[in-house]
């Protein structure tokens, strides 16, 4: 499967030949090397990139259109897959999308490279905007309907704001992965997370539903 396989850019636009996977690859690979070699994202060209992973730039520019594309690319090739969501329950979905919250945050932790991009793409308005727009921005509302679906299945109170609390399920494992770069991360986090929280966030049954 190729990186535009597992990692689709919504609303992108077709592009014009089959994408090849060696040649994707090495593109990514060059780019990764690079960094490895401490380039910072802002000396990182196109030209210089096409050189290091040994094709034109009109190879690169056939699959992105240009360097911050082509980092967001890069950012999800290194980071952990997104699992599909089991579709049980809207707990079970929602303990799988903050597991990823948590398994991204030891990633970032336990490579440099990432650590190092991450903190230097905020300081590109460009390069976070693409990574906000095509990575950020959907994994939010993938969160977003777990919780409106929660809440017409009866699992999920219908008079809180699912925007807020998508955040107060979110903001605890980011607190800790990223604010607190110190702070545990145990396997189990996602499970606590959810299930504390959706104890005060249960519909409370009324006498009449009581068997």
């Given at each position: 499967m190729s990186l535009a396989e597992r990692h689709p850019r919504p609303g992108g636009p077709p592009r014009g030949r089959p994408r090849s996977e060696a040649v994707e690859r090495a593109i990514i690979e060059g780019v990764m090397k690079l960094l490895e070699e401490g380039v910072p994202l802002?000396?990182?060209?196109?030209?210089?990139?096409?050189?290091?992973?040994?094709?034109?730039?009109?190879?690169?520019?056939?699959?992105?259109?240009?360097?911050?594309?082509?980092?967001?690319?890069?950012?999800?090739?290194?980071?952990?897959?997104?699992?599909?969501?089991?579709?049980?329950?809207?707990?079970?979905?929602?303990v799988v999308l903050l597991e990823q919250v948590r398994r991204r945050g030891l990633a970032s932790r336990s490579s440099a490279i990432l650590h190092n991009v991450h903190a230097q793409m905020k300081s590109s308005p460009k390069i976070w905007s693409a990574y906000h727009a095509t990575v950020v921005a959907p994994r939010r509302r993938l969160g977003l309907e777990v919780l409106r679906r929660g809440q017409e299945n009866g699992e999920l109170r219908t008079d809180v704001d699912v925007e807020l609390l998508s955040d107060m399920f979110v903001g605890p494992v980011l607190v800790r992965a990223v604010l607190h770069p110190d702070a545990d991360l145990p396997d189990d986090l996602a499970t606590q997370v959810v299930d504390t929280l959706l104890e005060g966030l249960r519909p409370v049954s009324s006498p009449s539903d009581q068997p």
């Open positions: 802002a000396e990182l060209s196109i030209e210089r990139v096409a050189r290091t992973a040994g094709v034109g730039k009109a190879t690169i520019y056939r699959r992105w259109s240009g360097k911050e594309e082509l980092f967001v690319d890069v950012l999800r090739a290194a980071e952990p897959d997104d699992p599909p969501l089991p579709g049980t329950s809207m707990r079970d979905d929602l």
